[in-house]
């Protein structure tokens, strides 16, 4: 019906490309202003908790171990829509006011913070028990072991899975748009809405998706290449 | 001079050390041998401090460690900067070239230079006859140079005594000879070594010392020479039956 509508009339086949194209600029403007910045933002605080709580996870201290835990448990076991709207709509009633976006961050990295944190954790626990000791027996402390020895090897074996994280991660910003932040997805909403034309303009939105995240793929295999340079 | 008192190790129920007690002199090779689980691994690995001792004393040129008190981190650390420990699996940094291995220490933990560690760290690898090599990585390598990698990388850090635990175990038969050499060198310098090995021909040939140790305890020590033509206990008299 649709195909047929547009090949059967030149003229709306001319108004949706026309459509098209006027809604590809504010789009794109929602993804370098919002999507992207909120991806690249949300992922380095993510990782950065990720590290701590994979750290607290292999801990000697019982209560960092049972920190760690219930945080993981707690972000994983709850739909990252409902942490969202807790958030922005939530914390408000206690008196914490925040902006879309800077909540949007917030929610989006507890939950990279969660479920990077088990990529990170095997990854460390997959380094052999000889390169930890290697490197107290030419007198390094943990953290200098950590660091040098530990991390750069463990960040090749995680690239993969959070190379992934990162993906997906792309995709869920557009859950932002429900807590008025207007990425990329909001948008689209904002055009949809206002000629109707939410196949055309969805579809966009979806192209324009994968195409980000087809770009992070490419990216992924060049990182994997010079990672791979020590392998045998 | 190292000198170890009283040391005992348990891991959970398995009693590994039974009061071990040992002085080496500056400049001396020791060789130990014994039967596997004899506790021979866990002593050089006390030694550095990569296993805590249940108890005991450890003394290096005049720093101790006891460990009927609780020692600190910052103890341990200063302490085992006086040993260089070579790995039976050499754990080498793989993501560091072999350069990069030996300069890892001295750089990190000795806070040297850049040039002055790369320059150092040449040399090294010179002296163990990886001079061509310094920019290989260890998959690069073959076991043996590996290994040599590995004892330069120890040897950065300036050690007061070098300890080697089954350094030639992993190795093909061809290669073993290429890291016993360089074994040999050092001590023919005078460098402090507790070697702990398989190799019963190093230890006639290099070796000051041979101990013997059989469950947990040193059972006999004695010149080369005499332990393997005449040893007075019979334990080491099997254990040497056995092996030859």
Not at chain 1, 212 to 231: H, N, P, T, W
């Amino acid at each position: 019906m649709y195909l047929n509508s547009i090949f059967a009339d030149p003229e709306r086949t001319a108004k949706l490309i026309d459509i098209a194209k006027s809604s590809l600029q504010p789009m794109l403007e929602g993804a370098i202003m919002n999507t992207i910045p909120l991806t690249i933002l949300s992922f380095i605080f993510g990782l950065i908790l990720a590290i701590l709580t994979a750290l607290a996870r292999i801990s000697n201290v019982k209560v960092f171990r049972m920190i760690a835990r219930v945080y993981v448990s707690a972000i994983r076991g709850t739909p990252l829509l409902v942490q969202l709207f807790i958030i922005f709509y939530g914390l408000p009633n206690i008196g914490v006011t925040l902006d879309p976006f800077i909540s949007a961050v917030i929610g989006f990295s507890l939950s990279v913070g969660a479920y990077a944190s088990e990529v990170i954790r095997a990854a460390i626990l997959s380094i052999p028990k000889g390169q930890w000791e290697a490197g107290y027996s030419i007198g390094m402390s943990y953290t200098q072991t950590l660091k040098r020895i530990i991390l750069p090897q463990a960040s090749k074996v995680s690239l993969p899975p959070l190379s992934n994280t990162f993906i997906s991660l792309v995709k869920d910003t557009s859950l932002a748009s429900l807590v008025l932040v207007t990425e990329m997805f909001r948008r689209a909403q904002e055009i949809a809405a206002s000629n109707y034309e939410f196949l055309l303009v969805y579809s966009e939105a979806a192209l324009l998706y994968w195409v980000i995240c087809f770009f992070l793929s490419v990216i992924q295999g060049f990182m994997e290449k010079r990672l791979d340079r020590y392998a045998s | 001079m190292i000198l170890i008192k009283g040391l005992y190790k348990q891991f959970g129920q398995l009693e590994v050390l039974k009061g071990i007690d040992l002085n080496v002199e500056k400049g001396k090779v020791v060789v130990v041998i014994g039967p596997s689980g004899s506790g021979k691994t866990t002593m050089l690995r006390c030694l550095n401090v990569l296993e805590t001792p249940t108890k005991g004393a450890i003394s290096i040129e005049g720093q101790n460690l006891d460990f009927s008190k609780a020692v600190s981190k910052k103890n341990i650390a200063a302490f085992r900067r006086l040993t260089g420990m070579v790995f039976q699996s050499y754990n080498l940094f793989p993501h560091k070239t072999a350069l990069e291995n030996v300069m890892e220490g001295p750089i990190v933990v000795k806070k040297e230079g850049k040039e002055a560690a790369r320059k150092k760290a040449q040399a090294l690898l010179e002296k163990v006859g990886l001079g061509d090599k310094v920019d290989f990585y260890p998959a690069q390598l073959s076991g043996g140079q590996q290994q040599r990698v590995g004892i330069a990388r120890a040897l950065a850090m300036e050690p007061e005594v070098m300890l080697f635990d089954e350094p030639t175990s992993a190795l093909d038969p061809e290669l073993v000879g290429e890291v016993l050499k360089v074994m040999k060198d050092l001590a023919q310098e005078g460098m402090t070594m507790i070697v702990v090995t398989h190799e019963m021909r190093f230890a006639r040939e290099a070796a000051d010392e041979v101990i013997f140790m059989d469950q947990g305890v040193i059972v006999e020590r004695d010149k080369p020479d005499e332990i393997f033509t005449n040893p007075k206990e019979e334990r080491t008299r099997k254990f040497l039956n056995m092996i030859q």
